[in-house]
């Protein structure tokens, strides 16, 4: 059979002038391209997957095995289409409230619909178990557009409620502490907050009624520490709900510990 049989094939090269072969299709008006391939009839194969799973409705993500020629994030792809009448490029399916994103077909994040915009063009990626995406020339965690840090540790400094690490709907994470060097306790039915500051071992700074308190009593203490001689480039705590007069208020009267005032550069 002669290439020019292969339907939606058509044949390319590398920059060193190795074959390439690009497969594509066209459905419901729109041009979708399925991948490049080092073999003719792999791209062949691939075209002939893509049409069968638009026209065949009972094909769904769960019938993909991985002896197809098809990428399986393509084939989530044009499986939204046909069912949703919109493509989108990263492994998406829309449901009413909510999306799906697929990082394999046995691992599925489940996120608000309010965020399809943002993930539509941002793929996610995933190194062990932290997930990122780039976002201008940065690795950006998934987890920081919740307001959770980059040293926070699940079930101390955030949790999800229904125990699913994997649905990222806002109403399924709860922050627990937002501050560097913050934890929360109950203390005799009441919520307070511990500040703690590491310099060879964790210091106690002392406890607060609010948050706010705690991570501003974390900020006063490394002041403290710098001022003493500690040499170390300690992360500062922004807190955003609080105007500039409020927070010199608090910083003024939090109160520290005198372990911290004793601490001195050895």
Do not use: W
């Not at 994997?166 to 060097?181: A, Q, S, T, V």
Request: charged content about 25%; some cysteine.
């Amino acid at each position: 059979m002669s290439k020019k049989n292969y339907i939606g094939v058509y044949s390319t090269a590398l920059k060193d002038g190795t074959p390439s072969y690009r497969a594509s299709i066209t459905y419901q008006g729109r041009h979708i391209s399925l991948g490049s391939f080092d073999d003719i009839k792999k791209a062949a194969t691939a075209y002939k997957e893509a049409a069968a799973i638009l026209d065949n409705p009972s094909f769904s993500i769960d019938s993909y095995k991985k002896n197809k020629a098809l990428p399986f994030e393509k084939c989530v792809s044009l499986i939204n289409f046909r069912d949703k009448g919109m493509y989108i490029a990263n492994p998406i399916y829309l449901e009413k409230k909510y999306f799906l994103y697929y990082l394999s077909p046995s691992q599925v994040l489940k996120f608000d619909i309010e965020d399809l915009f943002y993930y539509s063009s941002h793929k996610i990626m995933q190194r062990g178990s932290h997930l990122f995406v780039a976002d201008y020339g940065s690795q950006l965690s998934v987890l920081q557009r919740y307001g959770i840090k980059s040293y926070a540790v699940e079930g101390r400094d955030y949790r999800f409620a229904n125990e699913d690490p994997n649905d990222l709907r806002y109403e399924n994470i709860i922050i627990l502490n937002r501050y560097r060097g913050v934890r929360q306790f109950a203390e005799k039915g009441f919520l307070k907050y511990k500040a703690i500051i590491h310099i060879k071992s964790n210091y106690v700074v002392g406890k607060y009624n609010s948050e706010a308190e705690a991570a501003i009593a974390y900020n006063k203490a490394a002041d403290i520490l710098i001022k003493n001689g500690i040499k170390k480039n300690f992360q500062l705590n922004y807190v955003e709900d609080l105007s500039p007069s409020q927070y010199a208020d608090i910083y003024m009267k939090v109160k520290i510990a005198p372990s911290i005032y004793a601490l001195q550069s050895k």
